[in-house]
Structure formats: structure tokens, C-alpha cells
């Protein structure tokens, strides 16, 4: 706005000055005088260049805003990754706090309440009367009870913690248990169509592939109203990364993504994101969800 007010004043300045100085009669004088050097025809050059000037003022001016136009939706983008950041490290927090509660609380009940049973029962096998067959035998029998029961919630905690069928008998195995168990618990199919690969996976790879097909699931179960699920898991074409594709046959997602309030997905992405991998996300509302996750390969260790 002050840019206009100079340039209207200078405009109107140089025509009083010019009315009173009468200076086109005193340049076109001029101009006769020199016709010689042809300087009047100077004038329309120089009019076509202030015009080019004009121009490249407008340019720059347009390319300066997309920039700061992009520059904010960069600095949006950045804070928005921030936030979720944010929330994804309280609840990564959050879930560590509750599985260490609930597992204290498992080993504090029962634990606790089976050691002190087969406390009790040595104790009484210990002190039983040489005639005491029965009672000995009773007691043996909770002892064997306890400690059966003792053995699944270690087991149950362990596969909390960390699948163990994931060491035992590799990825494919894991996910293959992962996806009957699933079935069995949902009543919604799950087909798992794995493909060996020709080099070992790295451990982090594994437990990535794993938590996102744990995560997958987990979210059909609570979400997609879905009848079957197929998960395929391959090597790409050069062998140098690993290919996951999930789909389910569901409702699709209804809000557009980074809408939703969870934290499932985010997780997902900062997963994938740390092994500098590959997340696609497609769906449409009525044709389901598909992922498409690409895991380049770490080396296994011996
Ligand atoms: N397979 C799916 N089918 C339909 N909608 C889905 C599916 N997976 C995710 N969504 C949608 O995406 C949203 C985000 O999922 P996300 O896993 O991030 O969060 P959540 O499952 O709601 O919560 P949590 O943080 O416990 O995972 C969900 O609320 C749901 O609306
Ligand atoms: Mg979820």
C-alpha cells in the first residue's frame, strides 16, 4: 500500500514538473537535434524493458509466496509429526506402564497364590504320617495342578513379552500360530500366504513384520467388519527387501487418515519409518483396507 502512495506521488510530481518544464517539446528537440544517433527510437525500448522489469517483479513476487506458502505447510507438516510424536512416546509409556502392572499383578496373584499352595502341600507331604497315602496323594496332585498352572501363565507371559515361537521356528511359523489363533478367536478367516526367502531375515525385520500383522488384525477384529483377511509375505524381486501385503475385505477406513484418534497406525508408520522401510495405506469406504509394507533386509545375527 505505501508502495502505491510513492509511486502515484512520483507519478504525479513528474507530471507537474513535466507540464511546467514542457520537457516532451524540450526532449523531442532534443531527439531532432541527434536524429542522427536515432535516440528517440530509445524510448520505446526502454518502455518495453521497464514492462520486462514489471514482469520479473510479478514473478518473483508469485515464487516468493509459493515458497513461503510451502515453507508454512512444510512447518504444519513438521509440527504435526511432532505432536504425533508426541503422543505416540506417551503411549508407548502408557502401554509399558500397563503391561508392567498387569504383569505384577499376574505375578503377585498368581504366582503367588501357587507358590504358597505348593508350599503348603510339600509342607504336608513332608509331615504326612507314613499312612497317609491319600492325603499325600491329594496334595501331589495340587502340587502338579500348581505348577501346570504356573507353566502356562509363564508361557503366557513370555508370548506377551516377546513371541517365543518367533525364536523357536522363525517369522513365517509366528505368523502362521499368529493368524490360526486369530481365526479361532474372531471366526474371521485369515489365509497367510508366506514365500521363503533365499536370505535370513534380521531379527528386527521379524518382530516388525509380527507387531504389524498383531496390529493388522487386531484393528479388522475392532474395525473392518471383515470376513476374511489375506496376508502375503515375500522377498521383492532383487531379494534385498521384504514384501508384506495385508488386506481385508471390510468396511474400509471412513475418516481419512491422520483424522482417526488412534495410535495403531502412527505406530505402524514409526515402525516401519526406524527400518527406513515402506507403509502404503489404500482404502476406500466399502472396499476395505489394504497395507502394503516394503522392509529393506538387515543382516540376520549368527
Ligand atoms: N482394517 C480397518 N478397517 C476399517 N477401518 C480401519 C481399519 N484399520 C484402521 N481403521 C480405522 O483407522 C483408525 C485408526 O486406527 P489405529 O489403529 O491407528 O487406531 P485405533 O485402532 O482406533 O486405536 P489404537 O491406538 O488402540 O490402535 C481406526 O479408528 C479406524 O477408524
Ligand atoms: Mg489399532
Not at 513528474?14 to 523531442?28: G, I, K, P, R, Y
Not at 517483479?57 to 508426541?86: D, G, S
Not at 479361532?184 to 533365499?198: I, L, N
Amino acid at each position: 500500500m505505501t508502495d502505491l502512495v510513492i509511486i502515484s506521488l512520483a507519478v504525479v510530481l513528474c507530471f507537474v514538473l513535466s507540464s511546467q518544464l514542457d520537457l516532451s517539446e524540450l526532449m523531442a528537440m532534443f531527439f531532432k537535434r541527434h536524429e542522427a544517433w536515432q535516440l528517440d527510437e530509445w524510448l520505446l525500448s526502454f518502455f518495453v524493458f521497464s514492462i520486462g522489469l514489471c514482469w520479473f517483479a510479478f514473478r518473483r513476487n508469485a515464487e516468493t509466496n509459493t515458497a513461503l506458502r510451502e515453507r508454512i505447510e512444510a512447518e504444519q507438516k513438521v509440527a504435526e509429526l511432532l505432536r504425533q510424536n508426541r503422543d505416540l512416546s506417551q503411549a508407548l509409556i502408557r502401554v509399558q506402564e500397563d503391561e508392567r502392572r498387569a504383569l505384577a499383578r499376574d505375578l503377585h496373584d498368581e504366582f503367588g497364590q501357587n507358590c504358597t499352595a505348593i508350599r503348603t502341600d510339600a509342607n504336608y507331604i513332608f509331615h504326612a504320617r507314613a499312612d497317609d497315602s491319600a492325603g499325600v496323594l491329594a496334595s501331589a496332585k495340587r502340587i502338579d495342578h500348581a505348577a501346570q498352572t504356573l507353566h502356562a501363565l509363564c508361557r503366557d507371559m513370555l508370548g506377551r513379552l516377546r513371541p517365543p515361537v518367533l525364536d523357536s521356528l522363525g517369522l513365517h511359523a509366528a505368523v502362521q500360530e499368529l493368524c490360526e489363533t486369530w481365526e479361532e478367536q474372531t471366526g474371521v478367516a485369515c489365509f497367510f500366504f508366506p514365500e521363503e526367502f533365499s536370505v535370513p531375515v534380521g531379527d528386527d525385520v521379524a518382530v516388525t513384520c509380527y507387531r504389524l500383522i498383531q496390529e493388522a488384525l487386531t484393528n479388522v477384529t475392532r474395525h473392518a467388519d471383515a470376513h476374511k483377511v489375506r496376508i502375503d509375505l515375500s522377498a521383492t524381486s532383487d531379494h534385498r527387501a521384504v514384501k508384506l501385503h495385508i488386506e481385508d475385505d471390510g468396511c474400509g477406513m471412513a475418516e481419512p487418515e491422520g483424522s482417526a484418534l488412534g495410535l495403531g497406525i502412527v505406530g505402524m508408520r514409526e515402525r516401519v519409518a526406524a527400518l527406513h522401510g515402506e507403509i502404503k495405506l489404500k482404502h476406500a469406504p466399502g472396499s476395505g483396507l489394504s497395507i502394503e509394507v516394503i522392509l529393506p533386509l538387515t543382516k540376520a545375527k549368527a
